[in-house]
Structure formats: structure tokens, C-alpha cells
């Protein structure tokens, strides 16, 4: 898996599959490491133009955080 082997704080990816949506659950060790991805060439030249034909409106990219 890519993702977890090349990203830097990459430590889960999920698939959570919903009856209105599906979303990507991706888990980093920090915030930092979270939006790094999102510039990252994985994210921008593969996961996110591979995704983009399957898309009936723009994508929502949201960071959380857990306390």
C-alpha cells in the first residue's frame, strides 16, 4: 500500500462506506503530516485524478484532530 509505506506519518487508511457517500479515512501522527499529503504527488497526480471521474460534485478535504 503506498500510502502507508511512503507517506511520512501515515499510520491508517480506511474506507468508510455510507448510503449517501463514500469517504477516505487517512490517520497521521500530526496535523502537519496530514496537510503535507494533500500537496504530496501521490495525492495530487494519483489518488485525487484517479478519483475525480467517479466525483457527482467537488470533493470535501477536511482535517481533524482528536484530543
Known amino acids: 500500500m503506498p500510502f ?3 507517506i511520512e506519518g501515515a499510520m491508517t487508511k480506511d474506507l468508510l462506506i455510507r448510503d449517501e457517500d463514500v469517504q477516505v479515512l487517512h490517520g497521521f501522527d500530526t496535523i502537519e503530516h496530514a496537510q503535507a499529503y494533500l500537496s504530496s504527488p501521490l495525492f495530487q497526480n494519483d489518488v ?3 478519483l475525480k471521474p467517479l466525483w457527482s460534485s467537488e470533493p470535501e478535504v477536511r482535517i481533524y484532530t482528536v484530543a
Open 4 to 6: 502507508l509505506e511512503t
Open 48 to 50: 485525487f485524478v484517479s
